[in-house]
């Protein structure tokens, strides 16, 4: 349980700190959670559409187009035409989403980078099979 409540702490802790940056820049926390999922997309070189967004967010077409709206006026992301499709619409983050991550979150990621650089290899490949297993019993289930 001591990992369990470790992992509580850590998380917690960087909820706090999701929370400040979200107001300090104006959004809402769910305007931050949509961010990270178009970063983390484009990230792997996944596309994202509205309607995954919205999904992966559980947020309805009205939510999601609020919710893209009100990140587009910020000057965070834009809605593009698939170049493939052009009946699809793609949600790509802006530079400027970016850069303002970067400088609030990029001296965090640099603590939490040089703190795993006292584990050995072989020690975060257990910390990451943990971490993995973790958010796989974290996630939702289509069960009822």
């Not at 700190?17 to 996944?46: C, K, Q, S, Y």
């Not at 698939?82 to 965090?108: C, I, M, N, Q, T």
Request: aromatic residues 4%.
């Amino acid at each position: 349980m001591r990992l369990v409540h470790l992992l509580r702490a850590v998380t917690v802790e960087l909820h706090l700190r999701a929370a400040e940056f979200a107001a300090r820049n104006g959004l809402h926390p769910t305007d931050l959670r949509a961010l990270i999922r178009l970063l983390d997309a484009d990230r792997v070189g996944d596309t994202v559409t509205p309607g995954r967004l919205g999904e992966a967010l559980k947020l309805n077409s009205a939510g999601t187009t609020a919710l893209l709206d009100r990140l587009e006026r910020s000057g965070l992301v834009r809605r593009v035409r698939d170049e493939r499709d052009r009946r699809r619409v793609l949600v790509a983050v802006e530079e400027k989403a970016v850069e303002l991550g970067w400088s609030f979150f990029g001296p965090l990621i640099g603590s939490l980078v040089e703190a795993s650089e006292e584990f050995t290899s072989a020690e975060l490949d257990v910390v990451r099979r943990y971490l993995a297993a973790a958010l796989h019993a974290a996630a939702p289930t289509d069960a009822p």
